[in-house]
């Protein structure tokens, strides 16, 4: 049975000179909306860029400068040493080594963070070889309007010529978001059922609520500070799960994880979502694609050691451990390919043992020795601090093992071998720090230097669960998150065990519970094809920020941006994503104007820079300051609710109703025949001939 | 019967049960709830009351109001003629019952239920009025919806929303262990809406003015039924909601307004005159008209009765009393620990009530002494800003509960409640009670939708932590030194809410916006041939 050609050609034939007028009317629509977007896009392009530089400006007195300073000391220290010391790159970390936390200067900067930071000194070296830090002199409030003007734009173009680099990698990558939120928003809303100009313009609306989100210029060109680079990825991240390209998605995450560890505590839901879908390759294809490309980004340290007197060394044995893994598994998937199908029905249960065997036996003759040298340094607290046992190792290799033999079991096409390949490299050099006691220091300052660095209920000035604990309920700023919550007192309950945590404990399991319920709404509506699932992905950044301990006041940043998204599911959550940015806007603003002496430099520039705006002896940094003050920490309840709506929303169903289709006889469809006249409601009691119930084209 | 009968009739037995026990179990709590509470009563409200229903006794119902003069400065009563009726009816019944009156707590007794049984009951009758009331509306707005799917669980809905009020921990607590009597504008509150929802706009008009003669501030509210009713293009609708609010006012402070009190011989002096007016306005309005028509009638009665009180001898210190003293009472920014937006804007930003903020052209009548009557315009306070946001939203409500009720909208019950919560978060001079309010109308939002109820239990547990932690400071529960009070259950509750005041005004602010933007997005009903998504 197949269709007749000319509805095939109705639906299917691209415009072209037998186009039809309905065709070439839905092509000129295309073009137009294509246009208008190409249009839109670029004035809100120059727009933003010219907010951007105008915001930096504004703000230069008030730039968080022992941030800042702390961002060029570091990058400007590697690029000294790669440049003139003949060192590397990779050298940084393993100088600070493994940093006592009361260290200061300390370096808690994540690999791609520091990488960015290098580069962005290299570029200023070209500009300015080794010229200082610019220092920040109030523009004193002078008489003469000319030349006090002459004073004030020159001291900008310094600040300009030397943040240059940075905020053109900020304004790039807040532009790679808004293109992300666009595809994203678009690509959710059209599967929806929207029609394609809806879906385009809701897509833009989002990229455009990216683009000006006043919390992400605030904290990349006020600050300026990097804490926006975990958005786009994220939203990248989202934007390939939902288009299927699951190790790719991992990749974007990775990339997002190098750049700040924040993206970490969102990472268990991409992995979750696909689960509670029953997807397990899909999971197995992200967590791939992630330890692929943060392995290969990190090798540089997890494959070499450090001596001594800090030269480098190539581990041999490691790198031979994160190439031969990898290698015998591709291999093992190629050969199971060509071998399976010769082998007959009753001799395929060989293939399992050559497998395992193929598998197992060149890593544990890789590692064997390797483990008969390190096994006396694992008891060594120095070697390694955080590891309890040689059984972690252990426990690694067989996880290893297990994946590396259900890969060679299951991988079928190349893009999946390559993602195994890539990932079990990945994984496997990761785990060398722990074999093989490889360079460990970046991934200390990186991802484990700041959950135990600052072991405060907030940092900063944050309004948050905690930070209302702290202010109005009186737990102490610094040994709050250690202090020990006993749960379940009642001995019957517990078998007369009691259950007590830390309040750090505390609170982030109950993050890590609701992460998870959030992850199930995730996994329904992208299963429902749903608009919430817009919402849904972005509760975990709420939940993030309004829950755990050791939260800074730009973290809301992260929710507030990628909130952006959210107008494709409904105005109100849009609106709920504006609130978080005004509320972030505030809290960042609070903290870069705390001190009394900035408010006054503040006050002093503006009347200077922006006399037409400001009068003389304006007191507008300390108004503004009042008002900040004023919302801190109580605006967090406020941000509770909006954590509580975000979550209702993603855990409510949605019930799709059953669609009802028209009953018509079937040949009405296929068959050339004429459709039969309609009955009469005078004949319709009259019985009429069974109807085959699937028709059969005639002969 | 056959099994479809059954069915049929399973969903109203199951419903008649659940009522039945609930209604045990509610009036057994609510009993209980008086001798759990005896630590924290807060004994100056009831107080209060019984000072005034002694009073009330003693010198006639009637001449209180005379004998006190409650005046500018001079805030001695604060009572409407309705709630010092209760007040005198139950002094009277512990005098017929031989019960101690000479002075409140001078005897054991007076901490009983038994000694306060008439008020308590009468409070749950309120209650119970409201419940039902509350059923009424849900089962209404559900039945009459255009969508079907909202005509199958309007019967367990209904009795879901009345559950809800029956059982509202905000409510009982302030009925039953403050106690107070902020209950009893709520039925005549809920069943004014179902007036309206029915078109009986007359009796909507009279229940309201009713209801402000035991609590005035239910015409802070009140006022937006006419105005729904006139943005439903129904002007004779509004017309009638008005003559009815004017006509119950008058009918309750008829006694006074037909007789004025002589200070001298201590007794009331009736005018003939003005009671000769009344009935002739009221017989010409029954029978000139060629149909009897129950608001002119009502207009009449009403109008003659103001005349009187206004011109022809009668005294207005009752009507001051009720409706006037609560305005100029307590000037400040917020009454007790109440978390709304003046106690944000006075905590944090020290803003006070009288603080001016700008000035706007004044316009004001005179008289002819040259003393200032009405004034738009002129000075606006924080107090006036305030006020005003409040009306404007209020309206803002009122006109979409109008379109809302045209498209037989559900949210018509939110649009119509949602004055009350911005009444508590919004102007000066509230007290923390009033949340109250607000939670027994959330009830009726299970008419909506899951989410907004939720909303309104987030609201009823903000209504009942303001009442408990007034209910416990009033007590000095928290004072430093009281051994064993402060590590005693109420203490931790004391320490547990107190920190919330006035933060947590932020997250009524953030659900006033909430429900706002929910009343205002359009009804979004799936096309007629949609693809397989879902919003």
């Given amino acids: ?699 | 019967m056959g099994w479809r009968t059954a069915v049929k009739w399973a969903w109203p037995a199951v419903c008649v049960i659940v009522a039945a026990l609930a209604l045990c179990e509610g009036v057994r709590l609510r009993w209980n709830l008086w001798e759990w509470t005896q630590p924290i009563r807060f004994v100056g409200d009831i107080n209060n009351g019984f000072n005034h229903g002694r009073r009330a006794s003693e010198w006639g119902y009637l001449n209180v109001y005379e004998r006190l003069k409650p005046e500018p400065g001079r805030a001695t009563i604060d009572y409407g003629p309705l709630r010092l009726g209760v007040m005198s009816a139950w002094v009277s019944w512990l005098k017929s019952n031989d019960y101690p009156t000479t002075d409140y707590r001078s005897d054991d007794v007076q901490k009983t239920r038994a000694y306060h049984a008439p008020l308590l009951n009468f409070n749950m009758t309120m209650e119970l009025l409201a419940a039902v009331a509350a059923f009424l509306l849900v089962w209404h707005v559900r039945r009459r919806s255009i969508d079907p799917a909202q005509h199958a669980w309007a019967l367990p809905l209904s009795l879901l929303a009345a559950l809800l009020v029956w059982f509202n921990p905000a409510s009982m607590l302030e009925a039953h262990a403050w106690p107070q009597w902020d209950v009893w504008p709520m039925p005549f509150f809920l069943f004014a809406l179902y007036c309206g929802l029915r078109r009986w706009w007359l009796a909507a008009g009279l229940l309201i003015g009713f209801g402000s003669m035991f609590k005035g501030q239910i015409l802070m509210v009140g006022w937006t039924i006419p105005l729904w009713a006139f943005c439903m293009g129904d002007w004779r609708g509004a017309l009638r909601t008005i003559v009815g609010v004017f006509a119950a006012i008058m009918l309750v402070g008829s006694p006074w307004a037909l007789s004025n009190y002589d200070e001298a011989t201590k007794l009331r002096i009736i005018h003939p005159a003005a009671i000769g007016i009344t009935v002739l306005a009221t017989l010409a309005a029954i029978l000139v008209p060629r149909r009897f028509s129950p608001a002119l009638v009502c207009f009449a009665i009403a109008t003659s009765l103001y005349v009187s009180m206004s011109w022809l001898g009668g005294t207005d210190y009752w009507y001051r009393s009720a409706l006037d003293v609560g305005t100029w009472h307590f000037h400040t920014m917020r009454m007790g620990p109440t978390s709304n937006l003046p106690a944000i804007l006075e905590t944090q930003w020290q803003w006070q009530i009288d603080d001016l903020l700008f000035t706007l052209p004044a316009f004001a009548y005179r008289d002819s002494a040259g003393a200032e009557g009405l004034r738009i315009g002129g000075d606006i306070t924080m107090r006036t800003l305030l006020l005003s946001i409040y009306f404007g939203l209020s309206a803002l409500c009122a006109v979409r509960a109008a379109f809302l009720d045209r498209g037989r909208d559900t949210r018509v019950l939110l649009a119509l409640s949602i004055p009350w919560l911005l009444f508590f978060v919004i102007p000066c001079q509230v007290h923390e009670r009033y949340l109250v309010f607000v939670s027994m109308c959330a009830a009726t939002w299970v008419a909506c939708g899951a989410g907004v109820t939720l909303i309104g239990v987030v609201l009823t547990v903000v209504a009942f932590m303001h009442v408990i932690v007034c209910m416990i400071g009033s007590n000095g529960i928290d004072w430093v030194g009281m051994e064993g009070m402060y590590d005693s259950p109420f203490g931790f509750i004391r320490r547990l809410i107190d920190p919330t005041n006035p933060g947590i005004a932020w997250l009524l602010l953030l659900a006033v916006l909430i429900l706002l933007y929910n009343i205002f997005t359009p009804v979004r009903r799936p096309p007629a041939c949609c693809g397989n998504g879902v919003n």
């Fill in chain 1, 1 to 699: 049975m197949s269709l007749p050609d000319a509805s095939i050609a109705t639906f299917n034939t691209p415009a072209g000179p037998d186009a039809t007028p309905r065709s070439r009317r839905a092509m000129i629509k295309t073009i137009v909306m294509w246009t208008v977007i190409a249009i839109v896009s670029v004035i809100a392009l120059c727009a933003g860029t010219k907010l951007r530089r105008g915001f930096f400006d504004f703000a230069v007195p008030i730039h968080f400068q022992s941030d800042n300073y702390r961002n060029y000391s570091w990058g400007f220290y590697t690029f000294y040493n790669a440049h003139d010391r003949g060192r590397s790159f990779l050298d940084t970390f393993d100088d600070a080594g493994i940093q006592d936390r009361r260290n200061n200067p300390y370096i808690d900067y994540s690999p791609g963070r520091l990488a960015v930071y290098t580069m962005w000194m290299r570029a200023h070296h070209a500009v300015d070889a080794y010229g200082p830090f610019p220092a920040k002199p109030p523009p004193r409030a002078n008489k003469d309007i000319v030349k006090q003007a002459a004073e004030v734009a020159a001291w900008q173009q310094t600040q300009r010529d030397f943040w240059r680099w940075f905020l053109d990698f900020n304004t790039v990558f807040e532009a790679i978001g808004a293109v992300g939120a666009f595809l994203l928003t678009r690509q959710v809303v059209r599967s929806a059922g929207a029609k394609p100009i809806r879906a385009n313009t809701i897509g833009l609306i989002a990229a455009l609520l990216l683009w000006f989100n006043m919390g992400m210029i605030i904290s990349a060109h006020g600050w300026p500070s990097g804490d926006m680079w975990v958005v786009p990825p994220f939203i990248w991240a989202v934007y390939l799960c939902r288009r299927g390209n699951w190790a790719l998605a991992g990749a974007a995450l990775a990339i997002g994880t190098l750049f700040k560890g924040q993206q970490f505590f969102v990472l268990p839901m991409f992995i979750l979502w696909p689960l509670f879908q029953l997807r397990w390759r899909a999971a197995a294809a992200l967590v791939g694609g992630f330890l692929g490309l943060f392995g290969l980004a990190t090798c540089g340290w997890t494959l070499t050691h450090v001596d001594a007197q800090h030269v480098r060394y190539k581990d041999w044995l490691a790198i031979l451990f994160a190439v031969l893994l990898p290698l015998v598994t591709v291999l093992a998937a190629i050969a199971r390919r060509l071998l399976l199908p010769r082998l007959s029905r009753e001799r395929r249960w060989v293939m399992p043992i050559v497998l395992g065997a193929l598998i197992v036996l060149p890593a544990a003759l890789a590692l064997w020795p390797s483990f008969v040298w390190q096994l006396p340094q694992f008891s060594d607290p120095k070697q390694a601090p955080w590891i309890a046992s040689s059984g972690a190792a252990y426990l690694i290799l067989i996880l290893l093992g297990t994946a590396s033999a259900l890969a060679a079991q299951y991988a079928r096409r190349w893009q999946t071998l390559t993602t195994v390949g890539l990932g079990l490299f990945g994984a496997s050099a990761l785990a060398s720090m722990l074999l093989f006691s490889t360079c460990f220091a970046w991934f200390d300052a990186g991802y484990m230097f700041g959950t135990d660095h600052w072991e405060f209920m907030v940092m900063g000035l944050t309004s948050n669960l905690p930070g209302i604990m702290t202010k109005r309920f009186g737990w102490d700023q610094h040994g709050g998150p250690q202090y020990m919550v006993s749960l379940f007192n009642a001995h019957w309950y517990t078998l007369g065990y009691k259950i007590e945590m830390t309040l750090k404990t505390l609170l982030f399991s109950i993050y890590l519970l609701l992460l998870v319920l959030s992850s199930m709404g995730v996994a329904m509506h992208d299963r429902r094809n749903s608009t919430r699932f817009l919402v849904a992905v972005v509760t975990p950044w709420v939940l993030f920020f309004t829950i755990p301990c050791q939260i800074h006041e730009r973290y809301l940043l992260f929710a507030a941006a990628a909130a952006s998204i959210c107008i494709g599911h409904s105005i109100g959550a849009a609106l709920l994503g504006v609130f978080l940015t005004a509320v972030t806007w505030v809290m960042t603003i609070h903290v870069m104007i705390g001190n009394q002496l900035i408010r006054l430099t503040w006050n002093r520039y503006l009347e200077a820079a922006y006399p037409e705006w400001f009068d003389k002896k304006t007191t507008f940094a300390h108004q503004l300051y009042r008002f900040c003050e004023g919302s801190h920490p109580d605006i967090g309840w406020a941000v509770i609710l909006t954590a509580l709506v975000f979550l209702w929303i993603t855990l409510t169903p949605v019930w799709v109703r059953r669609r009802t289709f028209p009953l018509l006889p079937a040949f009405a469809v296929v068959s050339p025949k004429p459709a039969p006249e309609p009955v009469r409601r005078d004949e319709a009691s009259i019985p009429l001939e069974p109807q085959p119930l699937i028709a059969v084209e005639p002969q």
